[in-house]
């Protein structure tokens, strides 16, 4: 079992950026993929991003292709989510996700330990 705190949400204007933390507790995250999925008010969650437990293979939706990157720091113990170019539609509550096994998955039910979010707001 991992244990999950984000971190780094805040209000932004449209065109900014943030950098998401996602710090991890145990000894099995420098083994596990990690993720970042979102869930806008009314709406169902999302797949944001996704990392394999090395940091080579990378997964990113559509929606933040070229404007979102997913990196880890297995010495740390951490995941982040550096978001460029913000956009209204990006606000949410993001959440960090730890994976049953090394490889990144872009499925819900491919991640088995949950963080509590944190909520971007973005601002026209």
């Known amino acids: 079992q991992v244990e999950l705190v984000e971190s780094g949400g805040g209000l932004v204007q449209a065109g900014g950026s943030l950098r998401l933390s996602c710090a991890a507790s145990?000894?099995?995250?420098?083994?596990?993929?990690m993720g970042w999925f979102r869930r806008a008010p009314g709406k169902e969650r999302e797949f944001v991003a996704s990392?394999?437990?090395?940091?080579?293979?990378?997964y990113y939706a559509d929606s933040v292709k070229g404007r979102f990157t997913i990196s880890r720091d297995n010495a740390k113990n951490t995941v982040y989510l550096q978001m460029n170019s913000l956009k209204p539609e990006d606000t949410a509550v993001y959440y960090c996700?730890?994976?049953?096994?090394?490889?990144?998955?872009?499925?819900?039910?491919?991640?088995?330990?949950w963080g509590q979010g944190t909520q971007v707001t973005v601002s026209s």
């Open positions: 996700a730890a994976g049953y096994t090394g490889w990144a998955g872009v499925m819900p039910s491919d991640f088995g330990s």
């Open positions: 145990g000894r099995t995250f420098s083994t596990a993929a």
């Open positions: 990392i394999s437990w090395k940091g080579t293979i990378t």
